[in-house]
């Protein structure tokens, strides 16, 4: 058990070594100078084999994450309590606190936990939420807002998708580890 969290945890890992992350100053763009970055999606021809070493699957797939990271700060980082962001064109809503800024994850495939986006011209809608009195539950021992959030009004942030498919060349051979054959 303890190693296949071990793998679990290397995957995660690995996983979030190939999406990127960008600090980003929303005042900086508009839709006439929006941030620009490509998103390359890179397929590879895979076999996967059974414990028998029989072909379970051999087919093109994609072997990298086509999801990008984005932090924004906030004008004022005191009393600071939440962040939210939607897409525009796809109507998701994602992000949280990340320290001081706000933390939104973008991707081009339709995810739980982040904003869908398109190639071309995106439009992130985005605020944040100020608290200015916490208090400790007593039984719990959590924080909470003694009051209402208070959000400020929605900014945008502008984001142009260049999209890009590459196939790699070769092939990539999956198998089974001796603990997942012979537990």
């Known amino acids: 058990m303890e190693k296949k969290l071990m793998n679990l945890m290397f995957f995660i890992l690995v996983l979030a070594s190939f999406t990127s992350c960008k600090t980003v100053d929303p ?59 939607r897409g525009v064109q796809s109507g998701d809503t994602a992000g949280g606190l990340w320290g001081t800024k706000g933390k939104f994850t973008v991707d081009m495939a339709p995810t739980l936990f982040n904003i869908q986006i398109y190639p071309g011209l995106n439009e992130i809608k985005y605020r944040f939420a100020y608290c200015y009195e916490v208090v400790t539950d007593p039984v719990t021992d959590n924080t909470q807002c003694a009051h209402t959030p208070e959000w400020t009004d929605e900014k945008s942030f502008w984001l142009d998708i260049e999209y890009k498919v590459v196939t790699l060349d070769g092939f990539r051979e999956v198998r089974p580890s001796e603990d997942e054959c012979h537990p």
Not at 48 to 67: F, Q, W
């Open 27 to 85: 005042n900086e763009t508009s839709e006439s100078n929006p941030d620009s970055n490509t998103i390359i999606r890179k397929k590879q021809r895979q076999i996967k084999y059974d414990c028998d070493g029989h072909v379970v699957s051999d087919k093109v797939v994609t072997i990298n994450s086509l999801s990008k990271i984005y932090k924004i700060a906030p004008e004022n980082r005191s009393n600071l309590w939440s962040f939210r962001a």
